[in-house]
């Protein structure tokens, strides 16, 4: 649901009647991942997607069912090999989807101001302030009970990362409590996924299952050097769905005119921005500046942070006399090992743009544990389950 935020908070703003369905779990070669969402308001109109079209057309006919009764559904799709145009997964895999309906207030009016007693319309402020927080950008995570008490059905709570929480589940006091340091371990992690616990707020007993939806800002990407290529790569960066910043110590050359991409340009040296920054496991670092001035003690610093990826630009040449400059600086094997260069993937790139696909491919791999070799012949997981980020970004992170 929060991968769609931006427009359902639209949604929610304009008093709009909608059912969200969001993906719970997914086993085999399934399309999209846990968190992904596609939506259907009281018109008709739809956004987002489960499956990349496969059992779009079912999903939607619930969303129109869910939007009637009032009701949550939760839905299994597999394949089906018996008859090639049932609905089922033609790739293989299997996915379990909740569909939620969400009663929205009239312009102006109180958000979840629908039926007393209905845990749908109890959750729906809830969960319109979940899709304002990650409309804005903010972290924050949405749990919801898809498996559990009829009556607990469709109840939701957001938590933000410092433990304070809106909403309530319902049942057992404990319950909201336990659902709390579960839903803020994940949103610490990025991660969105079913918990099971006890509906009494212990682990055992009669359980509930939680879809938690964890919501975190864009990551960062920081390209070092305002050069041609920098250009190609904000926009794959901006593609990819990174807050991307270009960082230069030449006026001339770090300019809104060059960069009209960029969500940020910054005239500094590069490794005294770097050090101005704090940033998480989800970074990345691009080193286009190919200058040993600059590329030094900017690396010097950044392989010894705990970002994602780090990579430099420049021939294999280069790259021996900057390993054997940052061994003399001080670093480790190890931590020269983390260091991509020459950077990107083996595409034959020679353009602007080619070079910033082949950066970005090898940035994809590093990201989701592939291999970048080809997927013709290979046996291989198309699919590498690697936890998944739900932000703004649209996919994971």
């Given at each position: 649901m929060l991968d769609i935020a931006d427009?359902?908070?639209?949604?929610?703003?304009?008093?709009?009647?909608?059912?969200?369905?969001?993906?719970?779990?997914?086993?085999?070669?399934?399309?999209?991942?846990?968190?992904?969402?596609?939506?259907?308001?009281?018109?008709g109109t739809a956004i987002?997607?489960?499956?990349?079209?496969?059992?779009?057309?079912?999903?939607?006919e619930l969303c129109q069912e869910a939007m009637e009764t009032g009701r949550?559904?939760?839905?299994?799709?597999?394949?089906?090999?018996?008859?090639?145009?049932?609905?089922?997964?033609?790739?293989?895999?299997?996915?379990d989807i909740v569909i939620t309906p969400v009663r929205a207030s009239a312009p102006g009016t109180a958000a979840g101001s629908g039926t007393a007693g209905n845990p749908v319309d109890s959750s729906t402020a809830t969960l319109a302030a979940a899709l304002a927080a990650a409309a804005s950008g903010e972290a924050a995570a949405v749990a919801r009970i898809i498996e559990g008490p009829d009556e607990l059905l469709g109840r939701a709570l957001l938590v933000r990362p410092d433990g304070s929480h809106t909403g309530s589940l319902g049942g057992h006091p404990a319950l909201d409590r336990t659902a709390v340091e579960h839903t803020r371990a994940l949103l610490d992690a990025g991660r969105t996924?079913?918990?099971?616990?006890?509906?009494?707020?212990?682990?055992?007993?009669?359980?509930?299952?939680?879809?938690?939806?964890?919501?975190?800002?864009?990551?960062?990407?920081?390209?070092?050097?305002?050069?041609?290529?920098?250009?190609?790569?904000?926009?794959v960066g901006k593609f990819l769905g990174y807050r991307v910043t270009v960082c230069d110590a030449r006026p001339v050359f770090a300019t809104r005119t060059r960069f009209p991409d960029a969500d940020e340009i910054v005239v500094d040296w590069p490794h005294r921005y770097l050090d101005s920054q704090e940033l998480d496991s989800r970074a990345v670092l691009c080193v286009l500046t190919h200058d040993a001035k600059f590329d030094i003690p900017l690396l010097e610093r950044a392989l010894r942070l705990p970002v994602a990826y780090i990579g430099a630009m420049g021939s294999r040449r280069t790259h021996l006399d900057r390993q054997q400059r940052l061994r003399d600086a001080g670093l480790t094997e190890i931590e020269l090992n983390r260091l991509r260069s020459p950077i990107g993937l083996d595409l034959g790139a020679r353009t602007p743009e080619e070079t910033a696909l082949s950066i970005a491919a090898e940035i994809v791999a590093n990201r989701r544990g592939g291999t970048g070799a080809p997927l013709t012949g290979a046996h291989t997981p198309i699919h590498h389950d690697a936890p998944r980020t739900v932000g703004r970004i649209g996919e994971v992170a």
């Open positions: 427009e359902l908070n639209r949604w929610m703003e304009q008093g709009r009647t909608f059912a969200v369905a969001t993906v719970v779990a997914t086993n085999g070669s399934a399309p999209r991942q846990p968190g992904a969402a596609l939506a259907v308001d009281s018109d987002g997607s489960v499956s990349g079209g496969c059992v779009e057309g079912a999903v939607y949550p559904v939760l839905e299994r799709f597999g394949y089906s090999d018996e008859d090639a145009f049932a609905v089922g997964l033609t790739c293989g895999g299997i996915i996924t079913t918990v099971e616990i006890g509906a009494d707020g212990s682990q055992c007993g009669s359980p509930v299952v939680l879809l938690v939806e964890s919501s975190v800002p864009a990551p960062r990407m920081i390209v070092f050097g305002a050069i041609d290529f920098a250009s190609a790569l904000v926009r």
